[in-house]
């Protein structure tokens, strides 16, 4: 008996190479947890950057798995499986009463501080076209201190609504139109054998636990939703 479990652990060592946009930077500690409770043994690691990294890290096999948007990911190279979708939402450190929802037009006439490699390519392209001035960053530090000061928003998927959650008067607004839902999931290389921990995590999203877990990162905007109409 003590043999077997021996050779079971043996079994679940190795490593597990995760890619991830900013924008999964909430999901993707769930989806790691919940690894790391399957598979104790398991050395993993986790590597944020911009998509075209991703893809290329996927390709060369520096990377197991990669969290992305799916729509900007070809089926022709990668397999992917869906774990959610995402709105779109403008935050900002106001008084000020406010609707529950705004358009791409209304976006575009606010001062705006954007966290790079945080939004899907179509919710970019719509943010091309802001008229007001724009900060851009890749800091998460630099981002929040902007939103804090109240004279900047931004605009980021609805799972990030915890970097502001500690700013006063913070209000989270959702964004209609074109470009503002967005499906995230996991891709891997196209008809690609995949590893033990691929596939365990493959299982671990499909537990009612992980799926109330993200749930639950989902729906935190909400409590930052104005009373407007």
Same mark, same amino acid.
């Given at each position: ?11 679940? =060592?190795?490593? *597990? !190479? ?24 398991? =050395? ?12 290329? $890290? ?32 403008? *935050? ?60 900047? $928003? ?9 970097? *502001?959650?500690?700013?006063? #008067?913070? !209000? ?33 999203? !499909? ?11 989902? #729906?935190?905007? !909400?409590? *930052? ?5």
């Amino acid at each position: 008996m003590e043999r077997d479990i021996s050779a079971l652990k043996r079994g679940l =060592e190795g490593q *597990f !190479r995760l890619g991830l946009l900013s924008s999964a930077s909430v999901v993707a500690p769930i989806l790691s947890l919940a690894l790391a409770e399957r598979m104790p043994l398991l =050395e993993q690691s986790i590597r944020a950057t911009q998509l075209s990294s991703l893809t290329k $890290a996927l390709l060369a096999h520096e990377i197991d798995m990669a969290l992305v948007y799916l729509e900007d990911v070809t089926e022709e190279d990668f397999d992917t499986h869906l774990l959610y979708r995402e709105q779109i939402v403008i *935050f900002q450190a106001t008084r000020d009463p406010l609707p529950r929802q705004v358009s791409w037009d209304d976006v575009a006439n606010l001062p705006q501080c954007i966290l790079d490699c945080a939004l899907p390519k179509a919710a970019h392209s719509r943010l091309g076209h802001c008229a007001a001035k724009t900060i851009r960053t890749n800091n998460v530090d630099v981002l929040t201190a902007h939103i804090a000061s109240g004279r900047y $928003a931004t605009v980021l998927p609805q799972s990030l609504a915890t970097y *502001f959650a500690r700013i006063p #008067d913070i !209000r989270a607004v959702e964004v209609t139109g074109e470009g503002t839902d967005a499906a995230v999931g996991l891709a891997t290389i196209r008809n690609e054998l995949k590893s033990t921990p691929s596939t365990a995590l493959l299982e671990i999203v !499909r537990s009612p636990e992980t799926i109330a877990a993200i749930q639950d990162a989902l #729906d935190l905007y !909400r409590q *930052f939703q104005p009373d407007g109409s």
